[in-house]
């Protein structure tokens, strides 16, 4: 049997199936999975197979069972048995998982033992990942290490028909992990007076619309009242975070269901295990303050994590903002002290406790079907890659880090590092790369990596020893990982719409001709200045919709540096045209944070507006998307008094007609049926589904990535099925 079927209660559950059954027989963990033998009444063997991976542990996640006939050997008892193999195992860490409902009743119970005890779990819930220091998976090789079992909890540990039986983390108030709530000196907090838990004294706190630090699972957190303009408007100004938008932590289903709207699937994904941040559209009606996602149509929402997040909400009984603790740019704060000392300048109060927690992971973030963050609850859950069979690591993008390790035709994809030019991110990435090498015991004969030179992930590869590399182009990569979660190997035609991305090499996402320099990243009106003058518009002044924020000497400067060409190099992004269009509405000149003008340019869309602007495809030897009517239809739009979300929209309208234009051009060139769609710019709704729509109508398959981001947080795996194909390698 494989998958994840270790530390995950798999074995005490065959042990109780096997007695439900009436079987003899045994089970144990090996490198691969778990092995089992059963023998009595044909009729009861077959039924236990039948429940096998049916009825399989909530954590469990069963790929392949596989079964033949023995011989009987009059076996009437059934054992667990120690793994024999001294080969690592396969799949020894399961994610991170949220309370399940037999602990939350305990959690409840006032008659229980471990009544609001913060740090309860079983063998289907609790800390997982983020505790795990060693393999194989015990106690000893995790940050519980430092807690002994006290008699009751060591009873229900040895226990197989115990639902705690061999819980790693298991755990009470006698004799397990500690909350406490304190002050920015480190000292116990005042609302925590006789009587009051750490919980409810950081509940008192929240409503008296003060800022806490909270230790969750992957790191610390940062939380106030959602519905109090002055916690939310102090908490952004603390963390210097302008207006990216904060996420929400409700106590329940039904109080999401009053902040947004969710269809089925969303709800799923709301009330899982994994419990990720989950993107969707605002409902009007939604009682939080305007300074929690300014103008945005949407809200994230997540459930508790924890057994102390379930604590928190239901003290506070008021929605609250749930960020990541940290400034704007570090990575989370995840150890105590230094906690206390990076956050004292953001939080008035810290909700801690003495469980150490050994990697960092922030939040998972979903919009839709699609993974905008793969981290918490999500990570190190494999994947499979059946064409890695050698030992290899892919290294990734730069700015939404992760990296890829695989062998045997499985791929673990790392929790999401962040921006590898932050030092402290770029140490943690190194340091998740060595533990999951570890964990499941990859040594790396190939590297992979992106072409980009001055990317520090490739640089980083070239530093690895004695292996193979094999650079693999950013476009590529993405089309690579779409095509290898999907268990296809193509060929296809991919559109990948990217932010950045170096060299577009023949794929179908040319785009046309840009120019801008380096920091038109962070300022899109100097891409709407280069945009005009390839209109032809070589003095023009300053467009209305941004003369409030840019001065004509500014515009001209760029203007001037656009003409020279120097430090404008060419670029085929389509992020930047969709900076270029938001800066013509005057929706944003600048941005504060990646991705923030394709955003907000989708967010102002007009729903009913199904017009689209002209966007030439050019079917040359490289088929080219000619944006320079798209742009000039966009100024005479906006100079003849056109609304912005009637631009928006149209816009979106030309790059769904155009890419399903080009695609089927391509297709039929190639003979292929099949269109991968991926890239930064297709995390936004709009295109997506606008683009799907034209593609289908276009007899065409559409695949979109599912278990990985569409953004660079995917990069690393698509660049491991590429090496794993077997793509040009090179070693000096
Ligand atoms: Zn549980
Ligand atoms: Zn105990
Ligand atoms: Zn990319």
């Not at 929690?292 to 379930?310: D, I, N, Q, R």
Request: with cysteine; net charge negative.
């Amino acid at each position: 049997m494989q998958g994840t079927v270790q530390g995950v209660g798999f074995r005490p559950y065959v042990y109780r199936l096997a007695r439900d059954e009436q079987l003899g027989g045994w089970v144990r963990n090996d490198e691969r999975g778990v092995v089992l033998e059963v023998e009595g009444a044909p009729a009861a063997v077959e039924r236990f197979l039948d429940r096998l991976a049916r009825e399989a542990p909530p954590l469990a996640a069963v790929e392949r069972v596989r079964s033949r006939t023995l011989a009987c050997l009059g076996e009437r008892e059934f054992a667990i048995v120690e793994s024999s193999g001294d080969g690592p195992a396969a799949a020894p860490v399961a994610p991170d998982a949220a309370p399940c409902a037999a602990c939350l009743a305990e959690l409840r119970d006032p008659d229980d033992r471990r009544f609001r005890y913060p740090f309860i779990n079983c063998t289907d819930c609790g800390p997982r990942f983020t505790i795990v220091r060693g393999v194989p998976y015990d106690r000893a090789r995790t940050t519980m290490a430092a807690f002994a079992l006290c008699a009751a909890c060591r009873a229900e540990y040895e226990d197989p028909l115990d639902r705690r039986f061999h819980a790693e983390p298991n755990a009470c108030p006698e004799c397990g992990p500690r909350a406490r709530l304190l002050d920015r000196d480190g000292a116990p907090a005042a609302e925590q007076a006789a009587g009051t838990d750490a919980a409810a004294a950081a509940a008192a706190a929240l409503l008296a619309g003060l800022v806490v630090a909270v230790k969750g699972v992957g790191g610390y957190q940062l939380a106030c009242r959602a519905d109090g303009a002055a916690a939310v408007l102090a908490l952004r100004a603390r963390k210097h975070r302008e207006d990216k938008p904060f996420a929400l932590m409700v106590a329940g289903l039904d109080a999401a269901l009053a902040l947004v709207e969710l269809g089925p699937e969303e709800e799923r994904s709301l009330h899982g295990r994994e419990r990720p941040i989950v993107i969707a559209r605002r409902r009007r009606d939604a009682a939080v303050a305007e300074a929690v996602a300014p103008g945005k149509p949407e809200l994230g929402v997540m459930l508790p994590s924890t057994p102390l997040h379930h604590l928190l909400l239901a003290d506070a009984g008021v929605t609250l903002v749930m960020t990541s603790g940290n400034l704007s740019d570090e990575p989370i704060a995840f150890e105590d002290t230094e906690a206390l000392k990076r956050l004292a300048s953001i939080a008035d109060r810290f909700l801690v406790h003495d469980r150490p927690i050994e990697t960092r992971v922030d939040d998972s973030v979903l919009r839709g079907p699609l993974v905008l963050r793969r981290s918490r609850g999500l990570v190190p859950a494999s994947i499979e890659l059946r064409a890695a069979e050698r030992p290899l690591l892919a290294c990734g993008a730069e700015l939404k880090s992760t990296f890829c390790l695989a062998k045997g035709g499985r791929a673990w994809v790392g929790h999401h590092v962040g921006d590898l030019k932050n030092w402290e991110t770029l140490r943690s990435y190194r340091a998740g790369i060595e533990h999951f090498e570890r964990l499941f015991a990859v040594a790396p004969e190939r590297v992979a990596h992106d072409l980009h030179p001055d990317y520090l992930s490739t640089a980083y590869a070239l530093e690895r020893e004695h292996v193979e590399w094999v650079a693999v182009q950013h476009h590529h990569a993405h089309l690579a990982a779409c095509l290898a979660e999907h268990g296809e190997s193509g060929p296809a035609v991919g559109a990948i719409y990217d932010g950045a991305g170096l060299g577009s090499d023949g794929t179908v996402w040319g785009g046309e001709l840009l120019v801008g320099g380096v920091a038109a990243v962070r300022e899109p009106w100097r891409m709407a200045r280069a945009w005009l003058h390839a209109l032809g518009d070589q003095d023009g002044a300053v467009p209305a919709a941004l003369a409030g924020a840019v001065t004509q000497v500014r515009w001209d400067a760029v203007g001037a540096l656009v003409r020279s060409g120097t430090a404008a190099p060419q670029t085929t992004s389509a992020g930047r045209l969709f900076d270029a269009i938001a800066a013509l509405c005057g929706i944003r000149a600048a941005i504060n944070y990646e991705g923030q003008a394709a955003a907000e340019l989708e967010a102002a869309c007009d729903p009913d507006e199904r017009g689209a602007y002209p966007l030439p495809v050019l079917d040359a030897a490289v088929i080219l998307l000619d944006a320079r009517a798209t742009v000039a239809a966009v100024v005479e739009d906006l100079a003849q008094g056109a609304a912005v979300g009637t631009v928006a929209a149209r816009f979106h309208g030309a790059l769904a007609d155009a890419t399903a234009r080009a695609c089927a051009v391509a297709a039929g060139r190639g003979g292929l049926d099949t269109v991968v769609l991926s890239g930064g710019a297709f995390q936004n709704r709009v295109p997506l589904e606008r683009t799907s729509e034209q593609l289908t109508a276009a007899g065409l398959r559409v695949l979109v990535p599912r278990r990985l981001p569409p953004n660079d947080g995917g990069i690393a795996f698509g660049q491991a099925a590429v090496a794993a194909a077997g793509g040009a390698a090179s070693t000096t």
